[in-house]
């Protein structure tokens, strides 16, 4: 973990993501563990938990922003629209109260997955979002949902960004493939 972290300060790492798998407790328990669905809900806590422990290591706040809006929006081509508060750009903003202390509660979350998150549940840390500001228009604050069910709009990544991705990996790996003949073999 520590190595990781090391990255981020020196600027190996462009981002810091994840995606959020809302699988509910029973689609994680039901048909045993090879049938479990993976990965873990993370929407409502990941950027501010991952805020708190950069603050805590004395990473840049602008360091710990940029991995978290502008260095995926690259990645991914969603610029000149996400990732930025230049003008023309959507107004996305999250206002984020750096000490307050939070203590997680999963039952109070939004999401239909709340309880497949129980291994965050009593956690306490520092910091907390205030208020989300989505396209212009205030969406959540200060623990309520401003927004109607449906206001939302997905916004397509381009594979430019993956493929560039994709690229640098294949250009790593040195023309090797693995044994599924799909995905290059990264060296150790």
Known sequence: CDLLWDAVEDGTLD?????????REQDKTSGGFRAALPGIPLEEIFAP?????A??????LSRAVQL??????????LGPFKGSLEPGADADLV??????????????????SREAGRMFEGMRFSGTVRTTIARGRVVFDHGQLEAEAGWGRFVAPT???????????????????TSRGTSPEVPA
Not at 15 to 23: E, G, K, L, Q, T
């Open 68 to 77: 978290l809006t502008s260095g995926p929006a690259g990645v991914y081509n």
């Open 15 to 23: 981002i810091v993501c994840s995606d959020h798998a809302p699988f």
């Open 49 to 53: 938990l991952f805020l708190a422990e």
């Open 159 to 177: 594979l430019d960004g993956v493929s560039a991705l994709s690229s640098a990996v294949a250009t790593s790996s040195r023309g090797r493939s």
């Open 95 to 112: 206002i984020y109260d750096p000490h307050a202390a939070t203590i997680v509660d999963t039952s109070q979350w939004f999401t239909r």
């Open 55 to 60: 603050r805590s290591r004395g990473v840049r």
